[in-house]
């Protein structure tokens, strides 16, 4: 029995080791179809959570209406975890909405990740593809916010 549960720690060990490239590969600033919105998506122990880093005038406007000061700063990823496939499901706050959802994350490619959300076990779905942003693209948002 000792020999069984070694052997199983060492399985779960290597399936950690083998997870973690792909887990760091989706680190990083993200950005929404319509670039109103970036995310930070970050380690947070033993998942992936995402912290909105810019937003748009619009997207600020929206979350002052529903109650919010502003976007910035607030985490919408929450318990991301790997799926066994390179992908990540977890929880997505809405803050316009001041709902969470059920979501998942897709990743296609190092630069592009499927993000879809959905309500009342799947019946409801929305998606959207980000797309990583480099240095470039985030030294021009850096500069255009100045």
Known sequence: M??????????AALFTFVSAPAHAE???VWRNPKDNIRLHITDCGKSMCG???YASRKAEADAKKSGYDTL???QVLRDFAPTGDGN???RVFVPTLK?????????????????????????FCKSQVWTRVDGVQQARADKAAD
């Open 72 to 74: 910035v700063g607030q």
């Open 51 to 53: 912290w909105v880093v």
């Open 26 to 28: 989706n680190l990083g």
């Open 88 to 90: 990540m499901r977890g």
């Open 99 to 123: 709902v969470t959802l059920n979501g998942t994350a897709e990743f296609v490619d190092a630069r592009t990740m499927r993000a879809k959300g959905c309500v009342l076990g799947g019946l």
């Open 2 to 11: 000792q020999k069984f549960i070694t052997a199983l720690a060492a399985v």
